[in-house]
């Protein structure tokens, strides 16, 4: 007869998961499948740590998000925001569900041609375009949102040597009550920058201006936030059409929705606060709709929210190392994935999830990564089962920036695996190797020896 884990007695009061003063408490219930398939089986097959990635959470999240705009608006284009995640079988699959790409470096930007998607369907933003970047861009006719005013001069010095009129428009920062205020990206709003940005392109005659941008911010917790911004950005497409007799063809209202990850320090969880897709469009259309622009001239409304739309489909599986009891008597557990893999732990609560059953029982604990640094904490303190040396867990909502953001450090980055429609697992993202590593650095001769 095998002999059961000793457990400490506990006092377990009874949760029927009516919401608090806190809001509903999260669970911590089992995660054994990822679509159908066990994660013991994922990671026997390729190894631990593991990303996982659901192809079907992807496209369902997706159509929720495009159907939540195009219901309410009759011309919506999402872009696919790339630095949100930027591995190929991930954004093939959002430019088949009709996705154009935003990119933010000649990088991202060359990675969305290898991509197949063309240079009309490519939206580049970002504070840092070099010229090379900025002539691409130009013959590909791709939309250049201008970023500040040397690179408004760029632009039109190097219009005179192109054969394409560049397509460009500008970002622009406001305040709409959020703290901190993104002003460093773009012209402001509300002191008139913006206004001679426009001016600088119209009367130029080199530029053609196709549309105005904006990006409040990340992670907003208010759609109320949104309303204001499309009021603003709308109010300087009107402004523009009654001074220049010119029409924008599109508003670009950026990124920055919630997931339903919550933050640290978070009195609520996400599920209890933040706004879903349907709030967001609610607020956006709306002021659209109500600007007063001519119903046959509506501008096309751009979205490149990235964070909301992948989160969900994302996993980190992996397994406890070790477990140890910290000099103030707390409980903590060592895992086989650090912040390095997780990046997101630095603001995220994240959820951590065991493969198995294994008590009843929960007990408050650290979530150590394996890293030798004192920074490497996923949780300063969860609620988890009674965990076990070479039990596995799974954290869930990893999908933004994760695989962007992560560091080769101290330990290699793992295989990334995309489960398809069908059931069926695709290594998308090999794990390194020292011969990865090794490939990149150079010996001087002198050290050769």
């Known amino acids: ?46 190894g631990s740590p593991l990303f996982v990635v659901s192809e079907k959470t992807i496209r369902q999240v ?43 470096s000649g990088f991202e930007y060359d990675k969305a041609l290898n991509n197949g998607v063309g240079g009309k369907k490519i ?11 900025l002539i691409k861009a130009i013959e590909n006719q791709s939309y250049i949102h201008i970023d500040h005013f040397d690179e408004l001069f760029a632009v039109i010095r190097l219009s005179e040597t192109s054969t394409h009129k560049p397509r460009v428009a500008i970002r622009v920062n406001m305040d709409t009550g ?34 105005l941008h904006t990006h409040i911010g990340t992670y907003i917790m208010t759609s109320n936030a949104y309303q204001m911004a499309t009021d603003k950005m709308a109010k300087l497409a009107i402004k523009i059409q009654n001074k220049y007799h010119h029409r924008i063809k599109y508003i670009d209202m950026g990124g920055g929705f919630a997931s339903m990850n919550t933050l640290k320090g978070a009195y609520h969880n996400a599920s209890d606060t933040n706004p879903s897709f349907d709030q967001y469009a609610e607020s956006i259309t709306g002021a659209l709709l109500r600007a007063g ?3 046959d001239h509506l501008p096309v409304l751009i979205l490149e929210t990235g964070r909301a739309l992948i ?9 406890v190392l070790a477990t140890k009891r910290l000099a103030d008597g707390r409980k903590a557990l060592v895992l086989d994935f650090g912040v390095n893999l997780l990046f997101t732990a630095f603001w995220y609560d994240h959820q951590l999830h065991p493969v198995e059953e294994v008590s009843d029982t929960k007990d408050e604990a650290a979530l150590f990564g394996p890293l030798c640094m004192n920074i490497d904490v996923i949780r300063e303190q969860a609620r988890v089962p009674l965990l076990q040396k070479g039990d596995q867990v799974v954290v869930s909502r990893v999908g933004a920036y994760n695989m962007t953001q992560w560091m080769q450090f101290i330990t290699y980055r793992p295989n990334v695996v995309l489960i398809d429609l069908n059931g069926e697992e695709h290594i998308i993202r090999k794990t390194e190797s020292l011969e990865t590593i090794l490939k990149q650095e150079i010996i001087p001769d002198h050290l050769k020896s």
Request: charged fraction near 25%; aromatic fraction near 14%.
């Open 1 to 46: 007869m095998e002999k059961k884990k000793f457990e400490i007695p506990v006092i377990k009061r009874m949760a029927y998961n009516v919401p608090g003063k806190a809001g509903t408490q999260p669970g911590v219930e089992p995660l054994a499948e990822i679509d159908g398939i066990p994660v013991s089986g994922l990671l026997s097959r390729h």
């Open 62 to 104: 997706y159509q929720q998000a495009r159907d939540a705009f195009t219901s309410r608006y009759p011309n919506v284009q999402f872009a696919w925001s790339y630095k949100t995640n930027y591995l190929d079988a991930v954004c093939r699959i959002y430019h088949q569900e009709g996705s154009w790409a935003e990119v933010v």
């Open 123 to 133: 939206i580049f933003n970002g504070p840092d375009k070099s010229d090379a970047d």
């Open 178 to 211: 959020i703290y901190p205020r993104w002003d460093r990206f773009g012209f402001n709003y509300e002191n008139g920058e913006a206004m001679e940005a426009i001016d600088q392109i119209i009367k130029s005659g080199k530029l053609e201006l196709s549309g």
């Open 293 to 295: 622009f001519e119903r």
């Open 311 to 319: 989160d969900d489909a994302g996993y980190l599986a992996g397994q």
